[in-house]
């Protein structure tokens, strides 16, 4: 990682860095999400596109056509 020369400390955490202002003397960055907070939404989201295709499946079932649906 680039750092400029100064004094002051670059942020931690979960952030990234953008840049140095040297006119301000301050860092420049963006907050994130937590790497694990991340993964958990992840496995969420996946797991509701499971469900969420398993129940388009058993609509087509029961309109006894088999075709999928596409709503």
């Known amino acids: 990682m680039f750092q400029p020369y100064t004094?002051?400390?670059?942020?931690?955490?979960?952030v990234i860095i953008k840049g140095f202002n040297f006119n301000s003397n301050t860092w420049q960055y963006e907050q994130t999400v937590p790497v694990a907070q991340y993964q958990q939404l992840s496995i969420i989201?996946?797991?509701?596109?499971?469900?969420?295709?398993?129940?388009?499946?058993?609509?087509?079932?029961?309109k006894g056509d088999g075709a999928n649906v596409s709503e």
């Open 7 to 14: 004094e002051v400390t670059p942020p931690t955490g979960d």
């Open 45 to 62: 989201t996946a797991n509701l596109m499971k469900d969420v295709a398993m129940l388009k499946q058993e609509i087509a079932s029961l």
